[in-house]
């Protein structure tokens, strides 16, 4: 078992556990060291480390997963240590989060052009207080027999390019990036397997200050685990990851523990953050 996981989401955002669910889970899991990586949302972190207080042997580490677009695909970026009760950057992730109900009108108006007519509060409902996602509108066309189960729901209509897909706004990877490290965060590429061009991406976010990149993620084989490392270890970016775990008690969903980096790796990221990292709960002075 893995003790470090650094790719989780709560209701804060597609998660389906709430953040003190979540933390207890990690806790009887035997996890060591977490981040709470919701998108586009730090709503659930002050809950989280509450609940952190009951579980001395886990160290919550504030984290964040941004989308950003490049040519040809959507490329997801993690910060780790940030400083997340800066005015500025809870305004920046409140107007993306705007952005998200946007979008995920128009998908629901292009899924009844096609005449999947979903309740608008649907959808509000499956997002509970979090930021709204396509997983929630997913679920809606779930609940109307529309579609069997999520991933379908993805393949037939809100995947990218899909049918249904509508695009968010514009943030490049170097923005994310930017973003993150402007709270004092280190950046992670997420799932590098979903990015094009993977090799020329890398070049462009390594200059604009790109920390690691998944390798240990969820569901990834030895043979991809091996080919990522090695280009992680290339680009000198640490190798990091998780089970992106949503609790959509999907068969084949990745448990908390199941996968995960060493427990180096937290120390690591530790050290790339601009002007030292804030410390979530972590012991002062930084040695856990
Ligand atoms: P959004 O933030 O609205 O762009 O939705 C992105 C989220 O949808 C991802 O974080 C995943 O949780 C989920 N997702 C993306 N692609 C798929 C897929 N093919 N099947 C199931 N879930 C997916
Ligand atoms: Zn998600
Ligand atoms: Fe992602
Ligand atoms: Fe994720």
Known sequence: MHTVDLHLHTTASDGRLSPTALVNLLAERKLRFAAITD????????????????????????????SA?????????LGYFLKWENEAFQETLADFRRGRVGRARQMVDRLAGMGLELAWERVLHFAGDGSVGRPHIALALVEKGFVKDVPEAFNRYLGRGG???????????AGAIDIIRGVGGAAVLAHPSWVD????????MKEAGLAGM????????????G???????????IPCG??????????????????GPPEETVERLRARCPGGASA??????GVP
């Open 197 to 204: 061009d993977l090799e020329e991406r890398l070049v462009s």
């Open 39 to 66: 998108h586009d949302s730090t709503e659930g972190m002050a809950e989280a480390l509450r609940a952190a207080e009951a579980h001395p042997s886990l160290t919550l580490i504030p984290g964040i997963e941004l």
């Open 242 to 259: 998780g089970t992106d775990y949503h609790a959509m008690g999907a068969e084949d969903e990745a448990i908390p523990g199941e996968m």
């Open 227 to 237: 080919r990522l490392a090695d280009l992680a270890q290339r680009f000198d970016l």
């Open 214 to 225: 998944e390798v240990y993620y969820k569901r990834y084989s030895p043979g991809v685990m």
């Open 69 to 77: 677009d490049a040519e040809g695909g959507e490329v997801h970026v």
């Open 280 to 285: 979530g709960n972590a012991h002062p002075g």
């Open 163 to 173: 049918p249904a897909y509508a695009e968010r706004r514009k943030l490049t990877p």
